[in-house]
């Protein structure tokens, strides 16, 4: 792990380098306005954080360490958490050096099964993960080297360490939720060094021999890494570990998060969609049809779920990569044929609807995600925000990484009062 390590210093010191220049030159800059808007409208927009794994550009879309999607949608998921957490991707030796590195880390704790399986069949996917993972806190490294008095120029190597071996081990642990709970409950080893996509696609135990299956899986572990440090996942987790809360803590933190039907939950909400209208339609709905389902689905005052996003003001690329996939392996998929008709109306629909008062009409990643798992066998769709916290989970680590190396202090925002607002509209109307 000497290169990964090596590589990871050099971008932390690069980085701090870079922002002790700018602070010694501008101490006192003014980086944003902070509005009543913002304090309403859930701090949206608000310049309050240091992210350098990604941005989202409004217009472009998500950047990994400064690289598009275009550039790194063929790539697997150990490339892409090499490339969050140094800033660039690795070459064949250090590539294989961590693929190593995970794959004796894989194993989940006996422990865990036994926890997970005495739970009741009726629960989320995602409390078990979310559970899974913080009933391994026992094993983080950083806890242990913290109680015996860690100093703080290596906070970031024992993050590093715990996020491998957290990483390493979600693979298993996805899949063995998926079948204890979809399943026979029978969890299936293997002593394979697989990749971590291929292990996920190994352990669910079925259409394990279809190559697009485990293409989509790794395009699905790609495309759903990381996306700035402002949302509402990577925030929460960014706050927890903040506190040096070990990186069990902040994932199972951001994960809980990620579960909210306005975040990750959101595919799921997706897919739904899709079948509601495959349910009344039938599986062959016409383009007609769908833009009647849609305009009555607005007209009762609910929202067409896929479409728009905090950020984003034009198609997601992300979106754009998973139509390009199903385009290839599986084009005559009737989920995937309605996602395209709800492409062709849904944005025409949101950018007229009520005098086109919805800023974005444009279908983000969630518009299509989970129609594809769908087609490919993976039809409990509650299991779908799992998916997605496997891959986020690398962005939770390269952040938490980069910002224990940093020195990051404790988040902490001020809060304030509508008794302080009111005196402080009336102090500026007497000065005014």
């Known amino acids: 792990m000497e290169k990964l390590i090596e590589?990871?210093?050099?971008?932390?010191?690069?980085?701090?380098?870079?922002l002790n220049q700018m602070y010694s030159d501008h101490p006192n800059a003014v980086i944003g306005e902070i509005t009543f808007k913002n304090l309403l409208g859930g701090m949206r927009g608000m310049k309050s954080l240091i992210c350098n794994t990604s941005f989202v550009d409004p217009y472009k879309g998500l950047f990994i360490s400064g690289y598009e999607i275009p550039e790194f949608e063929d790539k697997t998921p150990e490339e892409i958490f090499f490339l969050l957490v140094t800033g660039s991707f690795p070459n064949a030796e250090e590539l294989e050096e961590l693929n190593v590195e995970l794959a004796k880390r894989s194993q989940v704790p006996a422990y865990i099964w036994k926890a997970l399986k005495s739970l009741p069949k009726n629960i989320h996917p995602m409390t078990m993960f979310s559970l899974g993972i913080l009933a391994m806190e026992g094993e983080s490294i950083f806890k242990h080297k913290y109680e015996s008095g860690l100093s703080k120029e290596d906070y970031w190597k024992y993050t590093l360490?715990?996020?491998?071996?957290?990483?390493a081990k979600l693979p298993a642990l996805a899949a063995g939720i998926y079948r204890i709970l979809f399943m026979n409950g029978e969890i299936i080893d293997t002593e394979q060094e697989l990749s971590l996509a291929d292990n996920l696609t190994y352990r669910l135990g079925f259409n394990r021999h279809s190559p697009s299956f485990a293409e989509l899986i790794r395009l699905y572990l790609v495309l759903h890494c990381d996306h700035e440090g402002g949302n509402v996942s990577a925030f929460t987790s960014r706050v927890v570990n903040s506190a040096l809360s070990n990186i069990y803590y902040a994932t199972s933190a951001g994960l809980d998060g990620l579960a909210g039907p306005l975040h990750g939950l959101a595919n799921q909400e997706c897919l739904h969609f899709i079948t509601s209208i495959h349910d009344e339609l039938g599986n062959r709905p016409s383009l007609e049809d769908v833009q009647k389902f849609v305009t009555r689905t607005l007209d009762e005052g609910k929202v067409i779920p896929g479409y728009g996003h905090?950020?984003?003001?034009?198609?997601?690329?992300?979106?754009t990569s998973f139509m390009k996939f199903g385009d290839k392996h599986c084009s005559e998929s009737p989920y995937l044929q309605t996602v395209k008709k709800l492409f062709e109306v849904v944005p025409k629909i949101l950018s007229t609807y009520k005098e086109g008062k919805i800023s974005n009409p444009w279908p983000n990643v969630d518009a299509i995600s989970g129609s594809l798992l769908y087609h490919y066998g993976m039809t409990h769709y509650e299991f779908y925000t799992?998916?997605?916290?496997?891959?986020?989970?690398?962005?939770?680590?390269?952040?938490?990484?980069?910002?224990?190396?940093m020195h990051q202090p404790i988040i902490r925002p001020k809060s304030v009062t509508n008794a302080w607002l009111k005196a402080y509209f009336e102090s500026q109307t007497v000065a005014g």
């Not at 990871?8 to 980085?15: G, K």
């Not at 905090?310 to 979106?319: E, I, K, N, Q």
């Open 161 to 167: 360490e715990d996020s491998l071996n957290l990483i």
């Open 7 to 18: 590589k990871v210093h050099q971008r932390i010191e690069n980085l701090e380098k870079e």
């Open 310 to 319: 905090a950020v984003l003001r034009v198609t997601d690329p992300r979106f």
């Open 386 to 405: 799992v998916m997605f916290g496997i891959s986020r989970t690398l962005g939770f680590c390269a952040q938490n990484t980069i910002a224990r190396g």
